[in-house]
């Protein structure tokens, strides 16, 4: 059974913009919950890109992608979105979301959540 599904990714030249989604089953509410965005790339280790803890939309960012990708999310459709801008050839990866109903923070360590999408790939190629 899913509970989390990403979809958004594709190809997009560099400098262009892409917004990815992270949509949970009905029996899977995100109110209660942080969510991590992740991502990775051939030949490296998975990183934690943004997070949100849902109980007061508090966002947080890696420094690669600072000012530049917005976390958000919209309670009922009880989806959260990555806005991605100004997209460069560096951040050609699968991205996935994660959540684990244990946490009451949002860490950029991939091995603090057990609950995970199945991926969606971007491509940022000109």
């Known amino acids: 059974q899913e509970q989390l599904v990403e979809s958004g990714g594709g190809l997009v030249q560099p400098g262009g913009s892409l917004r990815l989604s992270c949509a949970a089953a009905?029996?899977?509410?995100?109110?209660?919950?942080?969510i991590g965005w992740f991502r990775q790339a051939p030949g490296k280790e998975r990183e934690g890109i943004s997070t949100?803890?849902?109980?007061?939309?508090?966002?947080y960012y890696a420094d690669s992608v600072k000012g530049r990708f917005t976390i958000s999310r919209d309670k009922f459709k009880n989806t959260v979105y990555l806005q991605m801008n100004s997209l460069k050839s560096e951040d050609t990866a699968v991205y996935y979301c994660?959540?684990?109903?244990?946490?009451?923070?949002?860490?950029?360590?991939?091995?603090?959540?057990?609950?995970w999408g199945q991926g969606t790939q971007v491509t940022v190629s000109s």
């Open positions: 009905s029996g899977f509410t995100l109110d209660y919950y942080v």
């Open positions: 949100i803890v849902t109980s007061d939309d508090s966002a």
């Open positions: 994660a959540t684990d109903p244990r946490l009451r923070y949002a860490p950029f360590d991939p091995y603090e959540y057990n609950y």
